[in-house]
């Protein structure tokens, strides 16, 4: 075997073991859903306090909501929203649009990405050798 086909070999392995435990990682430590309900959550505040500026019912209607929202949740309302949500197909809708949204900014920033996650990868080792 020459040198370069043992090198092809070899990040082959290592990046299919890095892809498995990175994977590990993002499950045991519920990534995607702390980071997704952080995103949602600061979205919506950002349209309560954008949308109702420009006179839009759909932001008038959010920023109603807003204000009610301790009160639904006390009242266990809540769950009816969500299910009315969900009935409305706005659960579908939702989850489109975040996907686009989160799919836009890999593809966007997929340089800074890999920057991160190499160097990343090159303080843990040095610091394993150290």
């Not at 349209?47 to 109603?64: D, F, K, N, T």
Request: aromatic share 2%; no cysteine; glycine share 8%.
């Amino acid at each position: 075997m020459d040198l370069d086909a043992l090198i092809a070999s070899l990040k082959s392995q290592v990046l299919g073991s890095l892809e498995a435990r990175v994977y590990e990682q993002a499950v045991s430590r519920n990534l995607v859903d702390t980071v997704l309900r952080e995103l949602v959550e600061s979205a919506i505040e950002r349209l309560q306090v954008e949308l109702p500026m420009a006179a839009s019912v759909g932001g008038a209607l959010l920023g109603l909501l807003g204000s009610v929202a301790p009160t639904v949740r006390s009242l266990g309302l809540d769950t009816q929203l969500a299910g009315l949500i969900r009935q409305a197909g706005v659960d579908a809708a939702m989850r489109d649009t975040v996907i686009r949204a989160i799919t836009r900014y890999l593809n966007e920033n997929g340089g800074h990405l890999m920057e991160v996650a190499v160097d990343a990868a090159v303080k843990k080792l040095t610091a394993a050798q150290g």
